[in-house]
């Protein structure tokens, strides 16, 4: 298992325990979190899955590729050095993340 926490943009926090393989934006989506909206499935086609990576967890991840950046230039919300789509982190046995969530994703 691996655990998420998602702090929404007035502070509140949400902490999920979810099996490893699951991306951020799937574990929001099956525990219908708001503020996360992942339009497009998961396949990095709609930045509707925006969040701001905790900076001491940004190297949990691999780099963003080319897709990921260029759906990340399509966001509503300013973009950050952590931003990134949250269908694109699959988070891995034993992780601890923590992720904040932008104020709008459309």
Do not use: W
Request: hydrophobic share 35%; with cysteine.
């Amino acid at each position: 298992m691996a655990t998420i926490k998602y702090i929404d943009p007035t502070g509140k926090e949400t902490v999920l325990s979810v099996p490893a393989g699951t991306s951020v934006m799937q574990a929001a989506v099956n525990h219908s979190l708001p503020g996360i909206v992942g339009e497009c499935g998961g396949s990095a086609m709609c930045a509707t899955c925006h969040v701001y990576v905790d900076e001491h967890d940004l190297a949990k991840f691999d780099p963003p590729g080319a897709p990921e950046r260029e759906m990340l230039e399509c966001t509503t919300a300013p973009l950050r050095g952590s931003s990134r789509l949250g269908c694109q982190l699959a988070v891995r046995e034993g992780d601890m993340i923590t992720v904040r969530l932008p104020d709008s994703q459309q």
